[in-house]
């Protein structure tokens, strides 16, 4: 290798991958290693993430409970945007990674590190999103992916890699048949036999939410409250970020909600199919909208809306610190300063349908839209209304009679 590198800090899961990448690094640069391991809510393997990363050599094992800071400021200002990708991805993953590269640049510059590495492949997108944050924080960081430099081709090799040296491949969740990533948000499923698009996913694939057709046959009628964008309540009882993401997760699970089979558009280039479980995620974006409708005027909310497929693509691709994604986000949060209120939805056998709105300073108007008898709309101003957005159409319209009678003329 002609990089010269001494301390590497790397974003380390625990899983088979990670734990070959920290030996490989080692003996191929000569340099130690940090093991990072960012707690987003993933689950148990954080705990031990710690333990087994100094077992297989690591100098120095962080875990970090990063949770809060994740679903206050990632998770949530991408629910204030509305974004979807392609419409139908929550963003779970693309939202991750840049709070996990920001801390591991945190620990590189404290603890005089030289290169950071992660387990990302050179095919997929979280290479993007980890190097493109990694520059944004530090332009003169060094970055080791191993899956674009070393000789192992796939899983196989690894395993062999992994007994070769013996490290500690036992109980660390590697025999999954899926590539997965979870976190408090989402957890995601790739490749295996969805590398079929036609294949109908396994049932036994989904780890979190309730076959639909399991759920309870009864409907639940869930109330979740918004101040400025952001959800603060459920069911009238306020929350903590992560208790209220918490929650929302529960209840959207037991009902089978939130399911998403995407053939989506990788920022290199290639079409693939992931598979998403968002249970909380799909309650709070239905509910933001419901009260978004009753709060924003129309063409603020337009506004927004023309924007959302640029700001989805910005966090997709990976560029959450470049300063077009800033700038967006500067002006999605002003746009949702009115948008305090209540949505009412309606949880049935993996769907989510609104069934009621209020709030304190909405702009709907019970006396203005009303079909009765009222003192504040003169419904003949409709006829001067309707004229004038007419006037371009019958210019129009006269005029191409015009042309077809001099052409006959």
Not at 277 to 297: C, M, N, R, S, Y
Not at 330 to 354: C, H, I, N, W
Request: charged letters at 25%.
């Amino acid at each position: 290798m002609s990089r010269t590198v001494k301390n590497v800090v790397l974003a380390y899961s625990g899983g088979l991958d990670t734990s070959v990448i920290l030996t490989w690094i080692k003996e191929t640069y000569g340099a130690e290693v940090i093991a990072f391991t960012a707690d987003v809510g993933q689950g148990e393997e954080v705990a031990e993430a710690e333990r087994k990363a100094l077992a297989t050599g690591a100098s120095a094992a962080y875990a970090v409970d990063l949770q809060a800071e994740f679903v206050r400021e990632y998770v949530f200002p991408v629910l204030r945007s509305g974004a979807l990708y392609e419409g139908y991805y929550l963003l779970g993953t693309s939202m991750a990674r840049p709070l996990i590269a920001k801390h591991m640049i945190a620990i590189a510059e404290r603890d005089g590190a030289d290169a950071i590495a992660h387990g990302a492949t050179g095919k997929g997108n979280d290479q993007v999103r980890f190097e493109l944050s990694a520059y944004a924080l530090k332009p003169d960081v060094q970055v080791i992916a191993p899956w674009r430099e070393w000789d192992l081709k796939g899983r196989d090799d690894c395993l062999a890699y992994a007994r070769e040296h013996g490290i500690e491949i036992a109980g660390s969740g590697d025999a999954k048949p899926f590539s997965m990533d979870a976190n408090l948000f989402h957890i995601s499923y790739e490749g295996g036999v969805l590398e079929d698009p036609w294949v109908v996913p396994p049932d036994d694939m989904w780890r979190w939410t309730t076959d639909p057709k399991d759920a309870p046959d009864e409907p639940l009628l869930v109330e979740i409250e918004y101040e400025h964008g952001d959800p603060v309540a459920i069911d009238g009882e306020r929350l903590d970020p992560v208790a209220l993401m918490r929650r929302a997760n529960e209840l959207g699970a037991a009902h089978g909600v939130g399911r998403v089979d995407l053939l989506e558009n990788r920022f290199v280039g290639m079409k693939s199919r992931g598979c998403y479980e968002t249970p909380g995620g799909t309650l709070l974006f239905h509910a933001h909208k419901a009260v978004e409708q009753i709060t924003l005027d129309r063409q603020a909310l337009q506004l927004r809306d023309q924007m959302v497929p640029r700001y989805a693509q910005a966090v997709y691709d990976g560029f959450w610190f470049a300063p077009e994604r800033e700038a967006m986000q500067a002006f999605m949060d002003e746009v949702q300063r009115p948008v305090t209120g209540t949505a009412r939805l309606r949880l049935y056998k993996g769907s989510v349908s609104v069934v009621g709105r209020k709030a304190p300073h909405g702009l709907y108007r019970h006396d203005v839209v009303t079909f009765e008898e009222d003192d504040v709309y003169d419904q003949g101003d409709a006829d001067g209304f309707i004229k004038l957005n007419a006037l371009r159409l019958r210019i129009a319209r006269q005029a191409a009679d015009d042309r077809a009678r001099d052409g006959k003329a």
